[in-house]
Nanobody, 121 residues
């Protein structure tokens, strides 16, 4: 079993910054993808960013140039630095991790509990 603990959400004014963290622990042999999704009020969950084990990153068009994803493999932690925040960024943010267990080949996807980000205008 794997546990994901998110932190860093909160209330910020338009133009402000926040940094989210998501730490994975438990039965982990290695981690493939580490990413972030969000779900705004009345909206479906949407992809924000991903960082692969190979070091590549990908972003949703809506956050390019404002958000930066990074990961610390030694700590099994993924971060999301969010700058120039807008009211439309208001959402619950979820981390998403694909873990390889101790078989060395079997993968499983896990979700964090979510952290609220509110951007006031």
């Amino acid at each position: 079993q794997v546990q994901l603990v998110e932190s860093g959400g909160g209330l910020v004014q338009t133009g402000g910054s926040l940094r989210l963290s998501c730490a994975a622990s438990g039965s982990i042999f290695s981690i493939n993808h580490m990413g972030w999704y969000r779900q705004g009020p009345g909206k479906e969950r949407e992809f924000i960013a991903v960082a692969t084990s190979g070091g590549s990153t990908n972003y949703a068009d809506s956050v390019i140039g404002r958000f930066t994803i990074s990961r610390d493999n030694a700590k099994n932690t993924v971060y999301l630095q969010m700058n120039s925040l807008k009211p439309e960024d208001t959402a619950v943010y979820y981390c998403n991790v694909v873990v390889v267990d101790f078989t060395g080949w079997r993968t499983q996807e896990y979700w964090g509990q979510g952290t609220q980000v509110t951007v006031s205008s």
